[in-house]
């Protein structure tokens, strides 16, 4: 940008003569510094209603995975049991319903197994149930069905 012409003197944009015929800076209007009350009230609200929903958030995370584990804690105990059974032979199944309050020393789980026992073959059904994360009730059973033939 060309400089402007005054007095003979060049000036710069952004520079006034003084008396003196030197270049001093225009003064600008000071812009505002820093945040008001009020623009900091909101942010906080804003980050409160944020950190609040993460905390609700974690705590729906960890009964999830207190689930999740149980489930698979489920899913093998049952599969033990019909193991434990394909491997005793068809003779040593007798039929009927046995219940055991906790499986394998776990008292979070319940294990009901049913035989019945038809002409040629039997039905083995195991049903695996496990204390809600609170330990109130239990949940609904993981079931494992199969059949064991003479």
């Known amino acids: ?4 012409q005054m007095d003979g003197k060049a000036l ?6 003084a008396r003196t ?9 000071k812009s505002r510094v820093g945040f008001s009350l009020l623009e900091v009230m909101i942010a906080l609200a ?4 944020v950190a609040l929903a993460l905390a609700q958030y974690q705590s729906y995370l960890v009964k999830k995975r207190v689930v999740s584990r149980r489930y ?3 899913v093998n105990y049952a599969e033990q049991k019909v193991e434990e059974l394909r491997n005793a032979g068809y003779s040593a199944i007798s039929a ?3 219940t055991e309050s906790s499986v394998s020393g776990d008292t979070n789980f319940r294990r009901i197994t049913t035989v019945a026992a038809y002409t040629y073959y039997k039905t083995i059904t ?3 149930e496990w204390k809600t ?16 033939a003479e």
């Open 133 to 148: 994360p609170e330990g109130t009730t239990y949940h609904t059973p993981v079931v494992l069905k199969t059949l064991l």
């Open 12 to 17: 710069h944009k952004g520079c006034t003569q």
């Open 126 to 128: 195991v049903e695996v």
């Open 96 to 98: 009927g319903t046995t």
């Open 72 to 74: 698979t804690q489920a």
């Open 21 to 29: 015929g030197k270049c001093l800076p225009v003064s600008r209007p």
């Open 46 to 49: 804003i980050f409160s209603i």
């Open 1 to 4: 940008m060309e400089p402007e």
